[in-house]
């Protein structure tokens, strides 16, 4: 069975530039959530979609936005970029929205990131 | 609310001496438990859960953890440390009651093995 894969896996942006960066779940995984890890600030939640639809949502500007499509795939977009946005951006897929109601409650399936480094 | 603090940010251990991880967490409801371990450059990788079952809980690679509810702990253990274990660990709470409110992690403990 494939694994999360997540796209690309590594980019250089400039600041002011926007960047799309791309999630596969595994098959049959309906959840997929997205996480930005930095030294400094360690694994923070951006957001979670389940059905097309978004859940759930960290603290993070407008700036951040993202989408699922019918097949679970998900896209994240960061627009107008700022150093600051340099991280490894991880996508987690499970079967189940939420932690809530599911035998698999809480357990997530993570790609192995996309790395953006902006400058 | 809920929160969890991993006690050391780097722990550094020699090769089959034992391994402790140290992990609290605070939760309005009664919280789910996980240990999670993502080796360089790759993503995180489930170690082990506690879903308000048997509070000592047995994962991959031989660790454990076990759910004190008194001390509000879950420390991750090993008997003895391979160098494979070396990695970043990451201890993570969610309250299954408390809506479908995400996943909170703690901000890491780096895992050092000497040989």
């Known amino acids: 069975k494939a694994g999360v894969t997540q796209t690309p896996r590594y980019l250089i942006k400039t600041r002011g530039q926007q960047v799309t960066l791309s999630c596969s779940p595994i098959?049959?995984?309906?959840?997929v959530s997205w996480y930005q890890q930095t030294p400094g600030q360690g694994l923070q939640f951006l957001f979670e979609?389940?059905?097309?639809?978004?859940?759930n949502k960290g603290n993070f500007p407008g700036r951040f936005s993202g989408r699922q499509f019918s097949n679970s795939r998900s896209e994240m977009n960061v627009s107008t970029l700022e150093l600051g946005d340099s991280a490894l951006y991880l996508c987690?897929?499970?079967?189940?929205?939420?932690?809530?109601?599911?035998?698999?409650?809480?357990?997530?399936?993570f790609g192995e990131g996309s790395r953006l480094t902006v400058l | 609310a809920q929160s969890v603090t991993q006690l050391d940010s780097h722990v550094s251990v020699s090769e089959g001496t034992p391994v402790l991880l140290r992990c609290n967490y605070s939760?309005?409801?009664?919280?789910?438990l996980f240990w999670y371990v993502q080796h360089p450059n790759k993503g995180l990788q489930l170690l082990l859960k506690?879903?308000?079952?048997?509070?000592l809980v047995k994962g991959i690679n031989g660790f454990e953890a076990e759910f004190k509810k008194s001390e509000t702990s879950f420390h991750l253990t090993k008997p003895s440390a391979h160098m494979s274990d070396a990695a970043e660990y990451f201890c993570?709470?969610?309250?299954?009651?408390?809506?479908?409110?995400?996943?909170?992690f703690g901000k890491g403990t780096r895992l050092s093995v000497i040989a």
């Open positions: 993570v709470v969610s309250s299954p009651l408390d809506g479908n409110t995400p996943l909170v």
């Open positions: 098959s049959g995984h309906r959840s």
């Open positions: 506690y879903t308000s079952a048997a509070t």
């Open positions: 979609y389940f059905s097309e639809t978004q859940r």
């Open positions: 987690a897929s499970s079967l189940n929205f939420g932690t809530s109601g599911s035998p698999n409650t809480g357990e997530l399936f």
């Open positions: 939760s309005s409801y009664s919280p789910s």
